[in-house]
């Protein structure tokens, strides 16, 4: 029964490429996060949405942007993608104002060279 | 600014042997506090959330805010714990600040 959806386990792109990493969750959760893990850095957030077309910048937005047009997707984007965002980006969600935590996605690796 | 510690970032023991894995905090309101643990090849999923006070797979973690702590701790470690945990606070939003992680390794 899985909630949280990532469209890619593994990802192989080329500098410069455009990339979109897809998360579509079917709990209803109003809010959606995106973050990167790294070994020795933890969990960073980039962007997270608290509802349809609504967006916040975390804490490393540059680089990156999202599209929020449907509740459940929320879609991460690397305009132009570079060898430092060679990381796995996991998705989560959500309810607001929620306070049981999050529902992860198994994560996209994502490999820029 | 709000901040969560895990000084280890790896703790190893044998199995049978007890466990804490520390957790530090900085935030001077009301914190909410969790800790998640991800298995390998599996996704990182809630282990337990302070709020509940519940114990987990034999897991416990008190927030002692004089201290602003949240240890996690197990009496008896076994095989199946091995895996990455991290400690995360909500500092009075829906985002979660997490740490950057500790590896337990119970050893047979």
């Known amino acids: 029964d899985v909630k949280v959806t990532q469209s890619s386990r593994y990802l192989v792109k080329r500098t410069g490429e455009k990339v979109f990493l897809e998360c579509v969750q079917d709990m209803d959760h109003e809010n959606m996060f995106w973050y990167r893990q790294d070994p020795g850095l933890g969990l960073r957030l980039i962007y997270f949405?608290?509802?349809?077309?609504?967006?916040e910048k975390g804490d490393i937005p540059e680089g990156y942007s999202v599209s929020r047009e449907k509740k459940e997707r929320f879609s991460l984007i690397l305009e132009s993608a570079s060898t430092n965002q060679t990381s796995m980006y996991l998705c989560a969600s959500s309810f607001r104002g929620e306070r049981r935590g999050y529902t992860f996605g198994s994560g996209t690796r994502l490999t820029v060279v | 600014a709000q901040r969560v510690t895990q000084p280890e970032k790896l703790l190893s023991v044998f199995k049978g042997a007890p466990v804490e894995l520390k957790c530090n905090y900085s935030?001077?309101?009301?914190?909410?506090l969790f800790w998640y643990v991800q298995y390998s090849r599996q996704r990182l999923q809630l282990l337990l959330r302070h709020i509940s006070r519940e114990s987990i797979k034999g897991f416990t973690a008190d927030l002692n805010k004089g201290e602003t702590s949240f240890h996690l701790k197990k009496p008896f470690a076994q095989e199946e714990d091995s895996a990455m945990y991290y400690c995360?606070?909500?500092?009075?939003?829906?985002?979660?600040?997490f740490g950057t992680g500790t590896r337990l390794q119970v050893f047979p």
């Open positions: 949405s608290y509802d349809v077309k609504m967006k």
């Open positions: 935030y001077s309101g009301s914190p909410e």
């Open positions: 995360a606070l909500s500092a009075g939003t829906d985002k979660l600040i």
